[in-house]
């Protein structure tokens, strides 16, 4: 068994958790906070399409539309694939965003730093979008 070493970012917004949940579960929001994801988002049969900040060709497949807050979704560049967990709960009156960084053996300290920092600022967005 492996296990990698992960990293939970989370972010609170002062907002109703399904209403944070309705906006950030449409693939077409994700270009609007999630920078670090990609940008041209365009829906593709049941995956979608984009390019990441690299401006490199992705595919990613969303997680279905459900009661529980979740937002996973996997990334497939080059011969690579990325697995992301990502969750809406209620906290309060409010939300709470989480997402799960792993380290992925190839990476490096720097990088999974790096990843972190973009992970923060993107959760960061989403807040500032939805307190407007």
């Known amino acids: ?3 990698y070493k992960s990293r939970i970012i989370t972010v609170s917004i ?5 209403e944070v949940y309705d906006f950030a ?6 270009q609007r906070w999630a920078a670090g994801l990609g ?3 365009e829906q593709s049969g049941e995956e979608w399409t984009a ?7 992705i595919r990613i497949r969303f997680s279905r539309p459900n009661e529980f807050g ?5 990334v497939f560049a080059e011969d690579k694939e990325t697995r992301n967990a990502v969750r809406v709960v209620q906290n309060a ?5 989480m997402f799960t960084l792993l380290k992925a053996p190839d990476m490096t300290e720097e990088v999974f730093a790096a990843d972190a920092v973009a992970v923060e600022r993107d959760l960061q967005a989403l807040k500032a ?3 407007r």
């Open 1 to 3: 068994m492996t296990i």
């Open 14 to 18: 002062d907002r109703d958790w399904r």
């Open 25 to 30: 579960s449409i693939p077409e929001n994700f």
């Open 39 to 41: 940008r041209r988002f």
């Open 51 to 57: 390019e990441d900040p690299d401006g490199r060709l």
């Open 70 to 74: 979740v937002l996973d979704h996997i």
């Open 93 to 97: 009156t409010g939300a709470e965003v």
């Open 129 to 131: 979008l939805l307190e």
